[in-house]
């Protein structure tokens, strides 16, 4: 039930672009991506909602394919600020209200 | 506005005793979620309370429980504490569930908790 996030880890340069996937092998009402740097707390980045909405931070987006039962967050012209570990989290029915089933987490490095 | 507060930020307990956390939410919300976070097993959803009612519940044992007090502030509670219980515990403040552009969680410093 745990979503599958991939790749596990990735290294960029200042400027490339970088996707990161998360599966899920059931219905999902929503998705949540979460960023989450060393000894931090987990930052709230967005929340995709059925309906295949892509939504947009800074330069960060997200899609998200109910069909598919996936979701995608795109980095563009990565910073230096974006490392960090990112998670997704699922809620697989409205109204759970933050009961999320997390993926293991993307680590992302980028380096100048 | 102010952030998420959690009290206290680091706590260390010896096995079978217990352990109160506090977690103060972003003001206007009614929402908070509690999550615990181990490296072996990553985020996990604890519990959700929304104006003092548990909501909703993850898959953890008795041993852990929670409550909302009316002014949206929550403790969670773990008892009889066992070394697998060390963690850091998170609690978010949250204002989800619509569909508009108003959904937002926001999460507090967490509290380390290492069980001896």
């Known amino acids: 039930q745990q979503p599958v996030q991939s790749p596990q880890a990735v290294i960029l340069r200042e400027g490339e672009d970088a996707v990161i996937n998360c599966s899920s092998s059931?219905?999902?009402?929503?998705v949540h991506w979460y960023r989450q740097k060393h000894g931090e707390a987990p930052v709230f980045l967005m929340i995709?909602?059925?309906?295949?909405e892509q939504k947009g931070h800074e330069k960060i987006s997200a899609s998200f394919n109910e069909k598919k039962q996936q979701s995608s967050l795109y980095l563009t012209a990565s910073q230096l600020s974006y490392s960090g570990t990112y998670f997704c989290?699922?809620?697989?029915?409205?109204?759970?209200?933050?009961?999320?089933?997390f993926g293991k987490g993307t680590k992302l490095s980028v380096k100048p | 506005k102010a952030g998420v507060t959690q009290t206290p930020r680091y706590l260390i307990k010896t096995r079978g005793q217990q352990v109160t956390l506090s977690c103060s939410p972003i003001?206007?919300?009614?929402?908070v979620s509690w999550y615990q976070q181990t490296p072996g097993q990553g985020l996990q959803f604890l519990f959700e309370?929304?104006?003092?009612?548990?909501?909703n519940k993850g898959n953890f044992p008795g041993r852990f429980s929670g409550r909302q007090f009316s002014n949206s502030r929550s403790e969670m509670n773990v008892s009889t504490l066992e070394l697998g219980d060390s963690a850091l515990y998170l609690c978010?403040?949250?204002?989800?569930?619509?569909?508009?552009?108003?959904?937002?969680?926001?999460f507090g410093p967490g509290t380390r908790l290492t069980v001896l």
């Open positions: 995709l909602l059925k309906g295949g």
């Open positions: 989290g699922t809620e697989i029915k409205a109204g759970s209200q933050g009961n999320l089933i």
């Open positions: 309370y929304f104006s003092e009612t548990q909501r």
């Open positions: 978010a403040s949250n204002n989800l569930g619509g569909s508009g552009r108003n959904n937002e969680q926001f």
């Open positions: 059931k219905a999902l009402y929503s």
């Open positions: 003001s206007g919300h009614r929402s």
